[in-house]
């Protein structure tokens, strides 16, 4: 009992707000560098909307992206539903084991053609989406609202990776053969699992939205060392969002494990001391056997 309420008694010392602290402090004087950029990034993330550009600007740039919306939704449109129907007479065409006669052949070059008339589409598409953006340039309000739309888009690709693969694991878990647990061990497991998973979906989402920046600062026009500074800044805030996100999340999971931890102290130390009490010997007066008395009556 005094080994279960000195453990208790450690585990109530642990003051997690001071850990944080400590942790916080040391940081600031050993990496004061790393912080800064750290505190630059989320103030950025959080703040930055870009430059606002002049109404000529602005006028040209929505005249030239309605220029590309009808393409999009016209030239575009047209040249993708021709390359599908193409596609699906070429694959019917097809003979046993994918062979291809003479009229399957034909079928392949109107396919073809049309893949062909997609990209040339595509591409006009592009350039006219190129003009408009080098109207603004990549720092413009325009420029940083896609860039973060594509940040939130990587991210949420991100949380949806991470969920399916906890939805495997939880149905690895529940296959036959696994060792019986408790379910507070399975969702304990999930929770970490599922910490796991989401730091490298985020990680491989944020990948893709670096180098999707990349591709948008190409398409902008941005001149070289401007292009280098704004992707700079991007990276920067882009790693401090997400390393700010995964320390919330793994702090409330140990904070979380901690207190259960000290919960099941807490109910082990009760249960100990209740278990070093001798139970009472509870007697009726009943006199011995063969004694000829009954709670201290004869029986004659």
Not at 44 to 72: C, I, P, R, S, W
Not at 111 to 121: I, K, L, N
Not at 146 to 151: C, G, I, K, L, Q
Request: contains cysteine.
């Amino acid at each position: 009992m005094a080994g279960n309420s000195a453990a208790v008694e450690k585990l109530d010392d642990i003051n997690v707000s001071s850990i944080v602290v400590r942790s916080a402090s040391w940081a600031v004087k050993k990496r004061p560098v790393t912080v800064s950029l750290w505190g630059v990034g989320l103030l950025v993330a959080a703040f930055a909307n870009g430059f606002a550009v002049n109404d000529t600007q602005k006028e040209a740039y929505l005249m030239t992206l309605q220029h590309a919306e009808a393409v999009d939704t016209g030239e575009m449109r047209r040249a993708i539903a021709g390359m599908k129907q193409a596609e699906e007479r070429y694959r019917n065409s097809q003979g046993w084991f994918w062979s291809c006669d003479s009229m399957c052949q034909r079928m392949k070059d109107k396919y073809e053609f049309a893949q062909q008339e997609a990209a040339r589409v595509q591409t006009k598409r592009d350039s006219i989406m190129t003009e408009a953006r080098r109207e603004v340039g990549i720092w413009s309000v325009f420029g940083v609202k896609e860039v973060r739309s594509a940040f939130w888009s990587a991210w949420q690709s991100g949380k949806e990776v991470a969920s399916r693969w906890t939805m495997m694991d939880a149905f690895m878990m529940a296959l036959p053969g696994n060792r019986e647990e408790s379910i507070m061990s399975v969702i304990l497991k999930l929770v970490v699992q599922y910490a796991v998973n989401l730091t490298m979906g985020l990680v491989f989402a944020m990948m893709y939205f670096f180098y999707n920046v990349y591709t948008l600062i190409v398409s902008y026009g941005e001149p070289a060392m401007s292009g280098m500074a704004f992707f700079l800044l991007v990276v920067v805030s882009g790693m401090a969002t997400v390393g700010t996100y995964l320390i919330a999340i793994y702090g409330t999971i140990a904070g979380g494990g901690l207190f259960l931890v000290k919960q099941a102290a807490k109910q082990a130390a009760v249960e100990g001391g209740r278990g070093g009490q001798r139970p009472r010997r509870v007697t009726a007066g009943y006199g011995h056997y063969g004694s000829g008395t009954v709670g201290g009556r004869s029986h004659f």
